[in-house]
């Protein structure tokens, strides 16, 4: 037990006062509103197999927040919110990321909209989960994780991870994910991403 939060009495010491967070559940955001982050496609290029142009300031997702010490004694909660778009047939989605600590888990329940959470590991195997409103995907330690929005309305949902896990994108971004989700004949399909590297 961390030493700090242990009394002489051998009692449990609180360091942080509960709180309490409301998620609009009819638009994703956090009341109050703390740390808000947005992903524009032209920060995406090369995530997408289709060229985008990295001045476009079209808005492809939105993260807020709840802020907490960033240490593994505490859970960071955020609400993601995807918007509906295709970059050719490629449905919008996140950057994606390993942890950098990547023994450290993550949950996400599904608030609304039809996404789908690819997953995949350093040996290259993959997984598709999906993530509707109620869906809650476990994201085990060692799994890359990416949302993607596969239907028409915005994808909204709520992480939950261990606080000192931290985002490794370098790595994805070198290599990709083995599989991308595309809307072939009207339909999400989950096809073999050629441009992977293991
Ligand atoms: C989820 C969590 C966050 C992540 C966000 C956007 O809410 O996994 O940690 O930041 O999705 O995904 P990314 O960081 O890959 O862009
Ligand atoms: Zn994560």
Same mark, same amino acid.
Do not use: N, S
């Given at each position: 037990m961390h030493a700090r939060t242990l009394c002489e009495d051998g009692l449990v010491q609180p360091e942080l006062e509960p709180f309490a967070t409301r998620v609009a559940l009819e638009t994703g955001a956090l009341e109050p509103e703390r740390q808000v982050s947005e992903r524009r496609l032209g920060e995406m290029a090369g995530l997408y197999a289709a060229p985008v142009a990295t001045s476009s300031t079209i808005l492809v997702y939105r993260v807020s927040t709840v802020p907490v010490p960033e240490r593994s004694s505490d859970l960071l909660c955020c609400t993601t919110v995807?918007?509906?778009?295709?970059?050719?047939?490629?449905?919008?989605? $996140?950057?994606?990321?390993?942890?950098?600590?990547?023994?450290r888990a993550e949950t996400y329940l599904g608030l609304a909209g039809s996404g789908l959470v690819i997953l995949a590991d350093e040996a290259g195997r993959w997984r598709a989960l999906p993530l509707r409103a109620g869906d809650l995907a476990y994201i085990p330690g060692g799994w890359a994780h990416r949302t993607v929005n596969a239907g028409d309305d915005q994808v909204r949902f709520l992480s939950t991870w261990i606080a000192d896990a931290g985002?490794?994108?370098? $790595?994805?971004?070198?290599?990709?994910?083995?599989?991308?989700?595309?809307?072939?004949?009207g339909e999400p399909a989950v096809v073999e991403n050629a441009a992977f590297r293991r």
């Open positions: 995807i918007e509906p778009g295709l970059v050719d047939d490629e449905y919008f989605m $996140t950057a994606g990321h390993y942890h950098a600590m990547r023994d985002h490794d994108y370098a $790595t994805i971004r070198a290599r990709g994910f083995p599989v991308r989700v595309v809307r072939r004949a």
